[in-house]
């Protein structure tokens, strides 16, 4: 009969050599457990890790970071990760308004940017609240304060469009050792100096803490091509942005050999993710920055990095929910930022902390047909971000008219007013 053992109380170099030690002795974990005591885990993981290359023993020990009071451009870079997990401070449940600002330029004209962007997120959500109430008035069965968590979030959903992307945030990164070497070897090289210091703060927190984890020897040829890539390949700019495309290399011939389990999946169940071997799905689209946050939470795939620009536009979307004296003022608004932008002598990547959320930005997600459907049906609901769900309800039509046998459980529903968002909440029992 099989024996369980869990050993939650160690370290992660601890709980890594413990691991390490099944690939080289028949011993229970039992004894592997009194050798960790009795020799340390630090000389094994400096000698089989560090030492001769053998990185899979860092995957079996993991860490969590928490960083705090970083633009919204830093937290997207750290997690533009596949293998990314973590939560950060959700813009639809937190007022941003007491948020300091990342303002790496520091001059009269980059804070009088930053200023009039706050002025209009802080001096209008109670208009905007209103005027929510009033076009959706609470229905009689509606709970009371799950009702105004509702509104709350509502009102925030539409004024996040208006925060600059160097407000700051807060996030946690769960990683294990081996991935925090991978993804901070080139956040270190990023555009961003903020970025860049907070890799190098995080490496040193880590050597101080795992010290034998980390004791990489850095050599001059990949720190250049790790430099050189980051450098040249960090944001995604098309010469062209489309609206909307979807080009795949899955064949219905293909797909056709799985017919049954394709057309009996119930819902909220996801497909075998043996069929991501049938090929990829690609998306090109349009959507503004605050929603592609929600968008790059989907790491089962690649999602590229967009650069900030107002070149694209304001997502109309964030208008549309104004009252309409406060839809001309915030025209004026976006015009007037629009136009001071442009005067800031720096380069694009510094101009995006001053780039409001709601501006467009291009977007590219590829993914395999498992984590196509999971993406398409999660984010086709009702509880999402309109100018999302709107993405998401053109993603379903264009998958459905390529391949028809496929089975998607979709809300395809007009957008409405939903309660549930006062639900999707953290709150003391």
């Not at 024996?3 to 229970?28: C, H, N, W």
Request: hydrophobic share 35%; net charge negative.
């Amino acid at each position: 009969m099989a024996k369980i053992f869990v050993y939650d109380e160690f370290g992660p170099e601890d709980t890594a050599m413990m691991q390490a030690l099944y690939s080289r002795s028949p011993k229970s974990v039992v004894e592997h457990v009194e050798k960790v005591k009795q020799s340390g885990s630090g000389k094994f993981m400096e000698t089989f890790y560090v030492g001769y290359g053998h990185m899979s023993i860092a995957d079996c020990g993991s860490t969590t970071i928490f960083i705090e009071q970083l633009s919204m451009l830093a937290d997207k870079a750290i997690q533009d990760n596949q293998l990314y997990s973590g939560q950060e401070t959700s813009t639809r449940y937190i007022d941003m308004s007491q948020q300091a600002i990342v303002d790496p330029l520091a001059t009269p004209e980059s804070k009088a940017i930053h200023d009039k962007w706050m002025a209009f997120y802080i001096d209008n959500q109670e208009a905007v609240q209103n005027f929510i109430k009033q076009k959706y008035p609470k229905k009689d069965e509606e709970d009371e304060a799950v009702y105004e968590k509702a509104i709350k979030a509502r009102t925030f959903d539409t004024m996040r469009g208006f925060l600059p992307a160097g407000i700051t945030t807060q996030l946690s990164w769960h990683t294990n050792l081996r991935q925090a070497w991978d993804k901070l070897s080139l956040l270190r090289h990023h555009p961003l100096s903020e970025v860049k210091d907070i890799a190098n703060d995080m490496l040193g927190k880590l050597k101080e803490k795992y010290a034998h984890s980390f004791s990489h020897q850095l050599f001059e040829e990949q720190e250049t091509y790790r430099g050189y890539t980051v450098s040249k390949h960090t944001y995604f700019q098309p010469e062209t942005s489309v609206p909307f495309k979807m080009s795949t290399t899955i064949k219905n011939e293909e797909l056709e050999n799985y017919t049954d389990i394709l057309i009996n999946r119930p819902i909220k169940t996801n497909l075998p993710t043996f069929l991501t071997e049938l090929g990829q799905v690609t998306y090109d689209f349009i959507l503004d920055f605050g929603s592609f946050r929600d968008i790059q939470r989907h790491r089962n795939g690649v999602c590229r990095m967009p650069l900030l620009t107002t070149k694209l536009g304001f997502n109309p979307w964030y208008l549309e929910q104004l009252p309409a004296d406060l839809q001309a003022k915030a025209q004026e608004l976006i015009a007037e930022q629009t136009s001071a932008l442009d005067k800031l002598e720096t380069i694009p990547e510094i101009k995006q902390y001053y780039v409001a959320m709601g501006f467009n930005v291009p977007c590219r997600v590829t993914y395999g047909l498992p984590a196509t459907v999971y993406t398409v049906e999660l984010r086709s609901n009702k509880t999402v971000h309109p100018t999302l769900r709107k993405i998401a309800h053109q993603m379903q039509g264009a998958l459905q008219t390529t391949f028809p046998k496929l089975l998607l459980h979709c809300d395809l529903g007009a957008d409405d007013w939903d309660v549930r968002w006062g639900l999707q909440d953290i709150i003391k029992k």
